[in-house]
């Protein structure tokens, strides 16, 4: 099992900045990747971002490609979600998410709300 607790969020204008963080506790040895979705009322959760833990590889939706950047400490066991350049449409709620064994995301952080003003 592996827990996650995301923080960060918060208020911010559009072109402004924030960094998620999201430590990860537990059965972290065996993690072999971790990212980012976000959530708005009434729409799915969609992908963001995402790491692999050991070797670092990188993805990123095309929506924050170029403004957010997903980086990891793999001593402190946290991963960040740097963001950019903000846009009133980034505003959801974003969830960290963790993938033990490459076959999907297994475990989710409660979730951290930013929001964008225009």
């Known amino acids: 099992q592996v827990q996650l607790v995301e923080s960060g969020g918060g208020l911010v204008q559009a072109g402004g900045s924030l960094r998620l963080s999201c430590a990860a506790s537990g059965r972290t040895f065996s993690t072999y990747a971790m990212g980012w979705f976000r959530q708005t009322p009434g729409k799915e959760r969609e992908f963001v971002s995402a790491i692999t833990w050991n070797v670092g590889i990188t993805d990123y939706s095309d929506s924050v490609n170029g403004r957010f950047t997903i980086s990891r400490d793999n001593a402190k066991n946290t991963v960040y979600l740097q963001m950019n350049s903000l846009k009133p449409e980034d505003t959801a709620v974003y969830y960290c998410?963790?993938?033990?064994?490459?076959?999907?995301?297994?475990?989710w952080g409660q979730g951290t709300q930013v929001t964008v003003s225009s």
């Open positions: 998410a963790a993938d033990l064994t490459g076959r999907g995301w297994d475990h």
